[in-house]
Structures are given as C-alpha cells and as structure tokens.
C-alpha cells in the first residue's frame, strides 16, 4: 500500500479544489458525489472544516460537517460510539461509495488519523479519505495507528487488509512525499478439525479463510473456540468482541467474551446496528 502526502495551501478556496481533484477516486467513480467534513475539535479546526463545507458547496458540490467529541483517554465507549455515531450520520446524509470524508486534523497526531481511518472504513466497507493536517511532521499512515485510549487501531500492513490504505491522500503544509509498506505476510489460523467440525473455507482475493461449520453443542463449540484463540495468540490476548444487533440478542458474542474471560483473557464488549437496511439513509 502507499499513500501520497501532497502540500497545499491552508486557505479553503485553494485546499477542497485540491481535494477533489488530487485525492484517488475510488474504483468506478469519475468524481466524488459529496464531501463529508469531519473537525477534530478545537477552534481552529472546527473553523477550517467550516471553511471547507462552505467551499465546497460554493463549488456545486453538496457537503455535510460533524465533529469527533473531545473524549477522556480512557473513554472507549466514548470512541466506540463516535465511531457509529459519524458513520450513520453520513449514511442519514446520503453518503455513498464515491463520497469523499475529509478529516480536518487539529494537530495531526496519530490518534486523529487512527479516527479518521477507522470512521473510513466503516459506511459501506469503506469510502476515501483524505486527512488535512496543519503539521509539518507527519506521522506515517501505514504505520500501526491507535486511537487516545489505545483500543481500536489500524494497520495498513496487515495482509487481512488486503492492501486498503487507511487515508487515500494526506493534505498539509510539507513537501510531497509518498509513504510505502510492504504487506505482512498472511497466515490465517488453520485448526485441525475435529468430529463436530466441517471444513468450509473460501477466499477473499487470493487469501484463503478458513470458515468451520460447527455442528456440536452450543457451549462445546464456545469453548472449542476460546481455546483456538487462546492457543494462537497466547494468555497475552485481549479481545475486542463486537456483534450486531441480531448477535447481540442471541447472545453468542457475549457467551464467547466470557468463555476467553474464564480462561484468563477479559476483554471488551460492544454491540451496533446492523443489516442491509442501517446502509439505506431512508431507513
């Protein structure tokens, strides 16, 4: 993956004309349909993320603004649902595929992009991204990315990312420049089956995953599979469980979150919308 790191100005007339046409498009899209300008917080950025949706729509182009919470360091229902929040505003505000989130960073710390890469990855399995930073340092995107509270991060070279850059294009006041990372290599989790289990795996692009039907009791396959994870990732394992409405009411993300917390690895536990219809802002 690589992402580009391109200079411009910090007047508004100037930076969303270099937004719209400097940032990567996504596949199959001739323009970006709308912008979506999300502010760090802080004066200044909630200013110069004003300044841009008024530009933007100065130029014809539709944008909308919100605004990530100021958030205790170790606020991660904080995060979490900031994260939902923004994203299903975008999606109530019609954002689509070829929509562009422009992140207006306050200081352009790895924090800030670590939010704006998630909140990328989240309507529709991703939109583009470019994050605007008033730093002359930059901190490299394709690095691993954490959020203030250190729970929720992002990591270009994971090979599950399939090479998704986190940020299509960085925006300040530096040279040009590109960053660029080799993936990791990918090695999923292969367990030996047994009786109960039924190999079904499929691929994604080329990397093979390897799905089990599990045909057993309930909690037997509970533990068979806190154990997996237990035996590939060491007591060191911290797991972030988050399900859909629908799992979350059935009760299996909390069934597995106990059986690791058992076995000596607690964790955290988060539940959210979820179904074709949340992606439909008429819904």
Same mark, same amino acid.
């Given at each position: 993956p690589s992402v580009p790191y391109l200079q411009v100005a910090p007047e508004a007339a100037e930076l969303v004309p270099a937004l719209l046409s400097k940032t990567p498009l996504p596949k199959g899209a001739s323009e970006f349909t709308s912008l979506h300008v999300v502010s760090a917080g802080g004066r200044e950025a909630t200013a110069r993320a004003q300044a841009v949706?008024? +530009? %933007?729509?100065?130029? @014809?182009? +539709?944008?909308?603004? #919100?605004?990530?919470?100021?958030?205790?360091?170790?606020?991660?229902?904080?995060? #979490?649902?900031?994260?939902?929040?923004?994203t299903s505003d975008m999606i109530l505000n019609g954002a689509d595929r070829a929509s562009l989130l422009v992140f207006v960073a306050a200081e352009g710390s790895e924090a800030e992009m670590a939010v704006a890469a998630i909140l990328g990855m989240l309507p529709f399995r991703g939109v583009q991204v470019a994050f605007v930073?008033? +730093?002359?340092?930059?901190?490299?995107?394709? @690095?691993?990315?954490?959020? =203030?509270? @250190?729970?929720?991060? #992002? %990591?270009?070279?994971?090979?599950? =990312?399939? @090479?998704r850059c986190p940020l299509a294009a960085i925006f300040g006041p530096s040279p040009d420049r590109v960053f660029q990372r080799q993936l990791g290599e990918w090695r999923p989790l292969k367990p030996v089956p047994v009786a109960e289990e039924k190999p079904a795996p499929f691929k994604i692009g080329a990397m093979e995953l390897p799905m089990v039907t599990y045909e057993g009791r309930f909690d037997a396959g509970v533990h068979r599979l806190a154990e997996?994870?237990?035996g590939r990732y060491g007591e060191g394992l911290f797991p972030v469980v988050a399900v859909g409405e629908t799992g979350d009411a059935l009760g299996y993300g909390r069934e597995i979150l106990k059986a690791l917390a058992e076995g000596g690895c607690p964790g955290f536990y988060f539940a959210h919308a979820s179904g074709e219809s949340f992606k439909r802002p008429d819904a």
């Open positions: 949706a008024r +530009s %933007s729509e100065a130029l @014809g182009r +539709s944008s909308s603004l #919100y605004s990530w919470p100021e958030l205790g360091s170790g606020d991660v229902d904080g995060e #979490y649902e900031a994260f939902f929040q923004i930073t008033p +730093s002359r340092e930059c901190v490299d995107p394709l @690095g691993r990315l954490s959020t =203030r509270s @250190g729970l929720f991060e #992002y %990591s270009a070279e994971q090979p599950e =990312r399939m @090479g997996l994870l237990r």
